[in-house]
C-alpha cells in the first residue's frame, strides 16, 4: 500500500527531530521552572533547586539544537533515577513516553534548525 502523503517523506528525516526536540524541551522548561520558582504555600523538596535547574538546562539544549545527543542520554538517566527513586510522583506513562523521545532523538541527532550539525 502506498503512503498517503509522498511528498512528507521527503521533508521527515530532518525535521521529525525538530518536533521531537520541541516535545521534550516544553515540558522539561516547564517542569524546571516550576522546581526553581514554587508556587505560593507549597513546601518544595530538598533537592529540588538543583533538579530545577538540570530541567531548565536540558530543555534549553533541546530547543535550541545544542548538543542534543547528550541531552537525550541525559534525560534517559534522570527518567531512569526518577523512576526508581519516586515511583508513585510521576505516572508510568509519562516517563515512558519521556524515555521513548529521548531515546528516538539519542539516535536520530538535533534534526534541522540546531546547532548540532546533521551528520
Do not use: C
Not at 12 to 25: K, N, Y
Not at 55 to 63: N, V
Not at 100 to 106: E, R, S, T
Amino acid at each position: 500500500m502506498e503512503t498517503l502523503f509522498p511528498q512528507a517523506l521527503f521533508l521527515g528525516p530532518m525535521f521529525a527531530p525538530v518536533v521531537l526536540r520541541l516535545a521534550l524541551a516544553l515540558p522539561y522548561l516547564a517542569s524546571g521552572y516550576g522546581h526553581v520558582v514554587p508556587k505560593k504555600g507549597v513546601t518544595q523538596l530538598p533537592g529540588a533547586l538543583p533538579i530545577g535547574i538540570a530541567e531548565i538546562a536540558l530543555g534549553l539544549m533541546l530547543l535550541t539544537g545544542f548538543l542534543v545527543q547528550a541531552a537525550a542520554a541525559a534525560v534517559i538517566v534522570l527518567t531512569i533515577v526518577a523512576r526508581i527513586r519516586n515511583p508513585q510522583r510521576t505516572p508510568w506513562q509519562r516517563m515512558l513516553l519521556s524515555f521513548g523521545v529521548a531515546a528516538a532523538l539519542f539516535l536520530l541527532g538535533a534534526g534541522a534548525f540546531a546547532f548540532d550539525k546533521p551528520y
